[in-house]
């Protein structure tokens, strides 16, 4: 970040939230708050010869570091421009024998730049390492038992050649990267690949509804505006996902990240009517009705989760129809029971190539997420994207364009127009208008040429769908 950048926002004391950011001047949608390069990041230990380790992007075929083995890259560039950050760490792998875990690793990288810089401010930085919040006094029985394991393995790596910092230090450091550790993403932004320190951004705090959303475009990340923001106005993020009713929201930012939410939302139950929706009219389900779907969704998510983590995707789709079927009668529109169970069908069906299914579930999925997210919400217009796509897929032109041209509109805020994943989804407008277009002018010719260039392309397979959902905007440790 340079000076000029850090003059768009200002430091100050948030009432009953400690230290905050406002912005210093008026932004718009879409807007740039800033840009801020990792202080230190590491990649996730299951991806560590799969991603660069200095851009994080996922490459087919990556350069070895020729010493430690263990680190990777896309090419030269990449592994001149982390030598700064990796030698230490390089003759540190080589002497132990063995990697660490990356909170580890993630903890030895920001030492080496303590070592070199000092704890205090940095070029770019609004705070200092030293000044960060480490909620280690908030720690319960368990996690006090990790720290331990941590701060202890941490001694063991850390080689007796650098410099040398007490036990109370170390667990400052860990307890930063524990509620301050960000989650990098790969370069489409559709898998977690990583985790960082990023010290301005922990300054923003947060808001279940919150004026900015935060993006890792290209090795940095971006705080972006979602709509009007008025200098003096404070610059708040959503650390967790906003589809949660406001006591289960409440309950996982104080196991998180230590602190009661007093946001508006919060505070007023904002949605969650709509969250908890039954169906209405005649046929009103009684309470006990309500409750045993509640129950049964539940415990049927527990076991799509199980399915899923285990690849087996028949059984997915087996269980989300069964659960739709129990939920449809009893469960309204909005319910998130009900769309969470929709989000996953579409998805694995999707996978499946069963694509007139899973479009039909994507479509009310998008219609409940409409009327409860904020309209320029990232992950709504990742949902709306996926679901265009799903009706790209079923022949089913005229909705497939209208939900991707409603994504680009969503991304374009989010993410900007020069992340991959937008510049990708404006490729799909294009291509979808044109194939609109056709079709408008003679739907039989246009079902005759769709059907000719599928056979002559190998079926576009969908990602593979993950059980692991990302639970908020900081990593933390599972």
Aim: proline share 3%; glycine share 6%; aromatic share 8%.
């Amino acid at each position: 970040m340079t000076q000029g950048e850090m003059e768009t926002v200002e430091v100050f004391t948030s009432e009953g939230k400690g230290r905050g950011l406002k912005a210093a001047k008026e932004f718009w949608a879409g807007d740039v708050i800033f840009a801020e390069p990792a202080y230190a990041a590491v990649v996730f230990d299951s991806l560590t010869s799969l991603v660069c380790h200095t851009c994080f992007k996922r490459q087919e075929k990556l350069h070895r570091c020729g010493q430690c083995k263990f680190a990777h890259y896309c090419d030269r560039t990449c592994q001149k421009d982390a030598w700064l950050n990796h030698k230490h760490e390089c003759s540190a792998i080589k002497a132990h024998g063995k990697v660490p875990n990356e909170n580890i690793r993630l903890a030895a990288r920001i030492m080496w730049r303590i070592e070199r810089e000092g704890g205090g401010l940095t070029e770019g930085c609004l705070v200092s390492i030293d000044d960060l919040q480490n909620h280690v006094e908030n720690f319960g029985e368990e996690e006090k038992t990790e720290l331990r394991v941590d701060v202890e393995s941490f001694l063991n790596f850390w080689p007796a050649q650098s410099q040398q910092f007490g036990m109370q230090y170390i667990s400052h450091i860990f307890g930063v990267i524990n509620c301050n550790g960000f989650t990098l993403s790969d370069q489409r932004g559709l898998q977690a690949v990583g985790v960082g320190i990023f010290p301005n951004l922990c300054l923003v705090n947060h808001d279940c509804w919150p004026n900015s959303t935060v993006i890792f475009n290209n090795g940095k990340i971006e705080l972006r505006a979602l709509g009007k923001i008025s200098p003096g106005e404070e610059l708040t993020v959503s650390y967790i996902d906003f589809l949660n009713v406001s006591s289960e929201r409440r309950q996982q930012l104080k196991k998180q990240y230590y602190f009661d939410c007093t946001c508006e939302h919060c505070q007023k139950g904002i949605k969650d009517d709509l969250m908890l929706a039954v169906k209405e009219g005649e046929n009103k389900p009684s309470p006990d009705a309500v409750k045993d779907v509640l129950q049964f969704s539940k415990d049927t998510l527990e076991k799509i989760n199980q399915a899923r983590s285990e690849g087996i995707y028949h059984e997915v789709v087996k269980l989300c129809r069964e659960c739709l079927k129990k939920q449809e009668p009893v469960l309204g529109d909005t319910n998130i029971y009900l769309l969470r169970i929709l989000s996953i069908a579409s998805e694995v069906l999707s996978y499946l190539q069963m694509f007139e299914e899973a479009a039909g579930y994507a479509k009310r999925m998008v219609d409940g997420y409409l009327k409860i997210y904020h309209p320029n919400n990232a992950q709504l217009g990742m949902a709306v994207m996926r679901a265009g796509v799903t009706h790209w897929h079923a022949s089913l032109i005229e909705a497939g364009h209208g939900m991707i041209c409603k994504a680009y509109a969503i991304l374009l805020v989010t993410h900007g127009p020069t992340h991959p994943i937008t510049k990708d989804l404006e490729v799909m407008r294009v291509q979808s208008e044109m194939e609109l277009r056709m079709f408008q002018q003679n739907e039989f010719m246009y079902y005759k040429m769709r059907e000719a260039a599928l056979q002559n392309q190998k079926i576009q397979v969908m990602p593979e769908p993950t059980s692991e959902a990302s639970s908020g905007l900081f990593h933390t440790k599972q």
